[in-house]
């Protein structure tokens, strides 16, 4: 009776008979689809974050029905690619379809399942030997599997073992790789397996201790770079502080997790590079710092200015350095001390009073001082500067620099607040 319904009367019935409709095998693939959607486990929501920006999440589907869509997943029309998502969670009615069985004579149908999929048929009792043999033949598909989630150990144990360098490299890098595969990952003759076990979070901090002593600097140096160093020994962060690659004592440098203890000793490291990379950390502390502050090198003592763990002192001393370079980072600092900051607004150098000008503790008066200055780029910085009392504000939006004006009249505070 239902045999000639048109797509549209089809699609009128899916609301009172949604079953009759998944189960017909005229049902157009589009109805089948939209019923899909319409039951599936979960939906997308639309979510705002702090900062007003929309995002999709999955949320459960209050509407959702296993048996519609264990019927979808049954029916000849269902279109190939939802028929395979499908068989994530129906795995024996996607293998049962037809259409399935006509489609892998002619294609290899295992690499456009989705890993979920896969995962879920290989722990049936009894796997299709086309899909292991697929699997086995296809580097791609085991590269997949070796990365999801959802992959079962038993059959990472296997993966672990692959004579593909990418297979074993993506499980090295899966988060649920048991601990013992990734203790044998660990010692892997390649050493990008190595280094992903160094990027696996789940890599215990022995391992990490272990691969620290690693002969490949490339392995050192991605240990060096492990957001998790903080928990590793001393002894080994000492080990690599020292370590005879300049590549590995810079990335330990840099990296922001990098304790105290390896700091001091960068510190004093014979290459200028890394100085500079201690200099400018905002974790490097003050004792380390005021070493520095005496550095042969300029551009380490320029970090050093800009550095707001920098103690007072030295601060006062780099207002009155020699080298222009110094004074104009240091009036950039913020915890620069007024008495410097009144040092240097009257710097004879352009680009040090024009970067003072823009400093929010320079004193009001020599920031009228700076608005006045005969140098257009310090007027610049001064009519950018924040919470201008209304006699200078009304000074700049008359200068005859319209780039002055402009930046005067789009300061974020407006004028008057300092009546």
Known sequence: MYKCLTAKQLQELASKNPYLVACHPYTPPE????????????????????????????????????????????????????????????????????????????????????????????????????????????????KWLAGDSSTPSSLLEKLAQDTDVEVR???????????????????????????RVVG??????????????????????????????LNMSVNCLEMLAQDANLEVRVVLANNENTPASC????????????????????NTPASCLEILAQDVDVEVRCWVARNRNTPVRCLEIFAQDADVSIRSSVAWNSNTPISSLEILAQDADAEVRSNVARHENLPINHLEMLAKDTNV????SAAFRSGKPTHIYEMLIQDKDEEVCWKAEISEMSPGCFM
């Open 31 to 142: 109805i089948l689809r939209r019923l899909t959607q319409k039951y599936a486990k979960e939906v997308e929501d639309i979510r705002i974050d702090s900062m007003g920006h929309e995002y999709f999440v999955d949320v459960p589907n209050p509407d959702y029905h296993p048996f519609i869509l264990k019927t979808i997943t049954e029916n000849p029309n269902t279109p190939v690619d939802l028929l395979l998502q499908l068989g994530a969670d129906f795995p024996q009615q996607m293998l049962d379809n037809p259409t399935l069985n006509t489609l892998r004579q002619d294609t290899p149908l295992v690499a456009r399942m989705p890993a979920r999929t896969i995962n879920r048929l290989l722990q049936l009792e009894q796997v299709p030997p086309w899909i292991t043999e697929e699997i086995s033949r296809n580097c791609q598909v085991r």
């Open 169 to 195: 490299c993506s499980v090295a890098s899966n988060p649920n790789t048991p601990l013992h595969y990734l203790e044998e990952l660990a010692q892997d003759t390649d050493l990008k397996v190595r280094c």
């Open 200 to 229: 696996n979070h789940s890599t215990p901090i022995h391992y990490l201790e272990e691969l620290a002593q690693d002969t490949d600097l490339k392995v050192r140096r991605s240990v060096a770079s492990a957001l998790n160093i």
């Open 263 to 282: 700091l001091v000793i960068l510190t004093q490291d014979a290459e200028v590079v890394v100085r500079r990379r201690v200099a400018g950390k905002s």
């Open 377 to 380: 780029a310090v007027r610049r």
